[in-house]
């Protein structure tokens, strides 16, 4: 009932920048946190970014400083900017949103968009 359609990954220099996108769609009440993971082969998934409905937000140390999450809750859509790649970002990048439909609150994953970041 809920899809999360994740775009914006690609090929890029380090230095360089990407906007990842990611829209929510479906049926639901409201769209509570959204956030950005990664996961590298071998290793857990982790969190890269997070916003709240509320526009409060959390880095990982790693990208302070480099990536700017944002939302547009009518939209439903979060975005993530990413300035300053460097090679270590190469990775999939997942959406989350945390989805209240009625009482209960569900949380959903993207399909996934490839980062990759080479000279």
């Known amino acids: 009932q809920v899809q999360l359609v994740e775009s914006g990954g690609g090929l890029v220099q380090p230095g360089g920048s990407l906007r990842l996108s990611c829209a929510a769609s479906g049926s639901f009440f409201s769209i509570n946190d959204m956030g950005w993971y990664r996961q590298a082969p071998g290793k857990q998934r982790e969190l890269v970014a997070r916003i709240s409905n509320g526009g409060t937000t959390t880095y990982a140390d790693s990208v302070k400083g480099r990536f700017t999450i944002s939302r547009d809750n009518a939209k439903n859509t979060v975005w993530l900017q990413m300035n300053s790649l460097k090679p270590e970002d190469t990775v999939v990048y997942y959406c989350?949103?945390?989805?209240?439909?009625?009482?209960?609150?569900?949380?959903?994953w993207g399909q996934g968009t490839q980062v990759t970041v080479s000279s």
């Open positions: 989350y949103a945390e989805v209240l439909n009625g009482r209960t609150v569900y949380g959903y």
